[in-house]
């Protein structure tokens, strides 16, 4: 196994009310997904490993969002932020702080919510695909512009994942 990780270094506060930790599966590289994301015409994509660790710098400080409903992206409700990436086996997994005090019906929203339903949707530009004729799209090169909570069933990869610290 093959591990590529970054950080953000964020001093730790202790008890800090508007830092809730939260961590999750955001994708998976070199597999299709099981439906096609918005941007995407249609077409399943695959995200290379090769281009998620090359892309890994850019997720960092990105933000987070939602959407009420939990149905999809909306990058003008940003909820949180993005301080660490690694690519572990195929998940791209994860972590970073949520701003509780600062949406607290945003955070009680999602402690609402079965672990399991719960899953992460990344935000792309700039995206390189290899053959745009191809069923599903080999994404060769990408810049991560930020990540989306939403419910599993809604997520593109179904068995992306997202939980908050208690």
Do not use: C
Not at 82 to 95: K, M, P
Not at 154 to 162: I, L, P, V
């Amino acid at each position: 196994m093959r591990l590529e990780a970054m950080a953000v270094m964020i001093p730790h506060v202790e008890g800090h009310p508007n830092r809730v930790p939260f961590e999750g599966v955001l994708t998976f590289v070199n597999a299709p997904s099981d439906k096609a994301p918005a941007g995407a015409r249609g077409h399943r994509v695959m995200l290379t490993r090769d281009a998620a660790e090359k892309a890994l710098p850019s997720l960092l400080g990105m933000a987070i969002d939602y959407r009420p409903g939990w149905d999809g992206h909306d990058a003008r409700r940003k909820i949180g932020i993005l301080t660490e990436a690694n690519v572990a086996g195929q998940r791209l997994v994860v972590s970073g702080y949520l701003y509780a005090r600062d949406f607290p019906d945003v955070a009680k929203a999602i402690q609402a919510q079965s672990a399991e339903a719960m899953g992460m949707s990344y935000e792309l530009a700039d995206a390189k695909v290899e053959d745009m004729r191809a069923e599903v799209w080999k994404l060769t090169r990408v810049t991560f512009t930020g990540a989306a909570i939403l419910l599993r069933e809604k997520a593109a990869y179904r068995a992306t994942s997202f939980r908050m610290a208690s």
